[in-house]
């Protein structure tokens, strides 16, 4: 079905903007602990031993920072899409599913330049 391709492509785009707004409105260390776990593969604990915080720690501030991306990605599609909440819970397995490989790539180009 053509018309379902090109919304699909459009959600696509969105969702890639989206991201991009996320990743560029979070803090400093959120896109570093971020970047260390999901394009560095860290573990919890490696990034732990890494600033010297128990792994609980560790665990939260990971956890902290894919959460205010998740939010600001979440925010960032309502608002580029006219979208309420209540359609963007029917989308949030595609948001999440893409989340790791857009905020890889986001935060591995950040490192390139």
């Known amino acids: 079905n053509p018309e379902l391709e090109l919304a699909r ?15 560029a409105g979070l803090s400093q260390s959120d896109r570093l ?9 860290l573990s919890i604990d490696q990034i732990a031993a890494l600033y010297g915080v ?9 956890s902290g920072a894919r959460e205010a991306l998740m939010q600001g ?8 899409m ?14 999440e599913s893409r989340l790791d490989v857009s ?7 950040e490192a390139s330049t």
């Open 33 to 41: 602990v971020l970047k260390q776990h999901i394009v560095g593969r």
């Open 9 to 23: 492509r459009e959600s696509a785009l969105h969702l890639k903007a989206a991201v991009g707004e996320a990743v």
């Open 54 to 62: 128990h792994r609980a720690t560790a665990a939260r501030r990971v």
């Open 103 to 109: 905020v890889a790539r986001l935060l591995d180009d």
């Open 82 to 95: 006219r979208i309420g909440e209540e359609q963007l819970d029917s989308m949030i397995g595609l948001l």
């Open 73 to 80: 990605a979440r925010s960032a599609l309502m608002r580029r």
